[in-house]
C-alpha cells in the first residue's frame, strides 16, 4: 500500500461545521504473481471536533464509498463502517455490481500496535445475485512503515 503525502485542510469559517480536518491521501495496489488484480485510491479524514475517523475510498471498477467511526485521538484502536443506502457513512455502485454484486456493508477495525506497525481486519458484505445469504468477503494485515525511498 503506497500513502500519499499528508495535509491539514481549512474550510471557509461558517460554510461547515468542520473547520480544520486532518487528511492523509492513500492508493494501494495489490499483486498476485500474475500481477496486480486491487486497486483503490482514497483519503483518511479526522474531524476533531466530531471525534470521526473516516475512509472515503473508490474501486476502479465502479465502487465507492465513506466509512466513519467515532475515535478518541488517542485511541489504539477503532472499527468504521459503512452501509448501503446510508446518506452519512454509505457505498455506491454502478448500475451492474449494484444488480448483480452489490456491496451491502463495509466494516474495517485498525489496530495500532506502535509508531511503526498496524493492523486491520476487514468485512465487505457483498448481496450476490442468486445467493440468498450476504458474501463476507475477509482481509487482514499487519503493516510496517517503510523509509522513504
Excluded at 17 to 41: C, K, M, Q
Aim: charged content about 25%; hydrophobic content about 30%; overall charge positive.
Amino acid at each position: 500500500m503506497h500513502y500519499g503525502a499528508s495535509q491539514s485542510s481549512a474550510l471557509p469559517s461558517g460554510r461547515a461545521r468542520i473547520e480544520t480536518v486532518l487528511d492523509r491521501s492513500h492508493h494501494g495496489l495489490a499483486h498476485r504473481r500474475a500481477g496486480p488484480f486491487h486497486e483503490e485510491v482514497g483519503y483518511w479524514l479526522w474531524d476533531p471536533k466530531e471525534k470521526q475517523v473516516l475512509r472515503c475510498f473508490i474501486v476502479p471498477r465502479g465502487v465507492s464509498g465513506i466509512a466513519g467511526g467515532t475515535a478518541e485521538p488517542t485511541a489504539k484502536s477503532f472499527t468504521l463502517s459503512a452501509e448501503a443506502g446510508s446518506e452519512t457513512y454509505g457505498i455506491c455502485s454502478n448500475r451492474f455490481l449494484d444488480r448483480a454484486f452489490k456491496t451491502v456493508r463495509y466494516e474495517l477495525t485498525v489496530t495500532v500496535h506502535n509508531t511503526q506497525t498496524f493492523s486491520y481486519e476487514e468485512d465487505t458484505q457483498l448481496r450476490i445475485k442468486g445467493q440468498g445469504q450476504p458474501f463476507h468477503h475477509r482481509d487482514k494485515n499487519r503493516l510496517k512503515r517503510m523509509q522513504s525511498v
